[in-house]
């Protein structure tokens, strides 16, 4: 009896999972051409703009004990509701939240770190770059580390599911991943001994080793360079070509080479300022 | 963006190996945990003082913190202290010592339902203290709380997904990594929700299995 209502239960669960994938291909789209429809409109009627930003990635954002948040992402939000003459509401998020943020219509953009890999733009909609980082290695003082290719064979701690989880795979397949779901963690793995060295982003690593004398990183020149977007859904046209007018413009004016110099104390990478320059 | 499981499909042997995962520290965790919950049952009901209240201490500080913060305190806190452990014995000793601490309490409930004229008949019988305690009480009281001994096991189960946090590699884990990769939250994790349910429902079938079977009279 037990067996068989367990048989019973497991068919329909089953038939019902073949069931949606057979009409995988009936979904809706999500946004459109249609100005009237798209998210930029909705922002303008709302008079609200809604950001997902990290709070845990100083100095790109950082929400701090009172509850707000600073950093350079942070300004960049600022001044895009300030274009569009709207309040901004900031919502944190993590890297597994960030397009489920937008699916469940809770924020109408994301400026999280949000590194616009292929895979990733097979699902979310990336604007234009704003950014670029690279990834940097840090361990403790006295470890056998003296440039990137020592980390092949070492176990390497990474934030799930970021780029640096896959520079980790791809370039290094011998290194052992250890995957943490906050940055803190990763951090933390190398101090407490867990791991022989994480691989986070350069500016971290580097934040990471002055702060701790115990620690040592590399992170000149970045590794594996990679351009950070602007998050939406997929297929909002209006939406993204207003958000790429607005980074342009953010960065023909130097507005976006200030910022990153004001809270990363280095330029905006050519890469990426090349954007603003009219051709 | 369209629902598609049949692209989640390839990844299931990645997920059933995080499923193992799970299972192995929870069958270990629910056996040492139970022994060791019956031993603290039994110093809290012991004579000497000191015992009783290790025991009672045990019990209220493993069973009032919740075991995420007690895998962080063993995960990262314990290197301070000079104790290194990897992800699977720390998530291996953090629900060992929570269990203990909930079984203790669901064996007492067990073994103080048992009628104290069984026991007042076993030593008119001639029967030893650890005789009595094996055979005329432990027996009939675990019969008693199997219902709860077997919820104890499922919601173990369910607690190892916090091992995802410190880094172990079982189910959730593994869910939490296809989706960074893929993005298809809903398939992931309904299928991965699934593995959970059809596993605890396995639980729960052996379980009533062994009420006829084991503890038929």
Same mark, same amino acid.
């Given at each position: 009896m037990v067996t068989r209502k367990l048989a019973a239960l497991a068919a329909v669960l089953l038939a019902g999972t073949l069931g949606l994938s057979a009409c995988s291909n009936g979904s809706s789209g999500t946004g459109s051409s249609n100005p009237a429809d798209s998210q930029l409109n909705k922002v303008l009627k709302a008079g609200t703009l809604r950001v997902a930003v990290l *709070? @845990?990635?100083? *100095?790109?954002a950082v929400q701090k004990s009172d509850g707000s948040f600073q950093g350079y992402e942070i300004d960049i939000a600022h001044e895009l509701a300030d274009s569009l003459g709207v309040k901004l509401k900031l919502v944190p998020t993590d890297g597994d939240s960030r397009l489920p943020l937008l699916q469940s219509n809770r924020v109408d953009v994301n400026i999280s770190a949000w590194t616009a890999t292929n895979e990733r733009a097979q699902t979310a909609g990336f604007t234009i770059p704003y950014d670029a980082h690279g990834a940097g290695v840090l361990f403790k003082k006295g470890?056998?580390?003296?440039?990137?290719? @020592?980390?092949?064979?070492k176990t390497v701690s990474v934030a799930r599911g970021s780029t640096n989880d896959t520079i980790l795979t791809t370039d290094f397949p011998s290194a052992k991943p250890v995957r943490f779901d906050a940055i803190s963690d990763v951090i933390s793995a190398v101090k407490t001994g867990k791991v022989d060295a994480a691989l986070e982003s350069s500016y971290t690593v580097a934040q990471a080793a002055k702060q701790d004398p115990s620690l040592q990183a590399i992170s000149q *020149? *970045?590794?594996d360079p990679q351009l950070v977007s602007m998050g939406v859904l997929p297929g909002d046209q209006v939406w993204m070509n207003y958000l790429n007018n607005f980074i342009r413009n953010l960065i023909a004016s130097g507005e976006d080479n200030k910022l990153h110099e004001k809270w990363l104390h280095e330029p905006l990478a050519s890469i990426v300022s090349v954007q603003g320059n009219a051709a | 963006m369209t629902i598609n499981f049949a692209a989640v499909l390839p990844y299931l042997p990645v997920m059933l190996r995080g499923l193992a995962i799970s299972l192995e520290v929870t069958v270990l965790s629910f056996f040492i945990g139970s022994v060791l919950g019956i031993f603290v049952y039994l110093g809290r009901r012991s004579t000497f003082a000191p015992l009783r209240w290790l025991g009672y201490a045990f019990v209220e500080v493993f069973r009032n913190t919740p075991l995420l913060v007690q895998l962080y305190l063993i995960y990262f806190g314990l290197p301070q202290v000079g104790i290194n452990l990897d992800p699977f014995w720390s998530t291996l000793a953090g629900m060992t010592l929570n269990n203990a601490a909930y079984t203790s309490e669901i064996f007492r409930a067990g073994i103080e339902s048992v009628p104290n004229g069984l026991v007042e008949a076993a030593g008119a019988l001639g029967m030893r203290y650890l005789q009595t305690f094996r055979f005329i009480v432990l027996k009939p009281a675990i019969r008693n709380v199997l219902p709860s001994l077997t919820n104890q096991f499922i919601v173990l189960f369910l607690f190892s997904s916090v091992g995802s946090v410190i880094s172990l590699n079982e189910l959730t884990s593994a869910l939490a990594d296809l989706n960074q990769r893929t993005l298809r939250t809903l398939e992931i994790f309904t299928i991965g929700g699934l593995l959970y349910f059809l596993a605890s429902a396995v639980i729960a079938g052996s379980s009533r299995l062994a009420e006829r079977f084991l503890f038929r009279w």
């Open positions: *709070p @845990d990635f100083p *100095p790109w470890a056998s580390i003296k440039s990137y290719q @020592d980390i092949a064979g *020149p *970045p590794l | -």
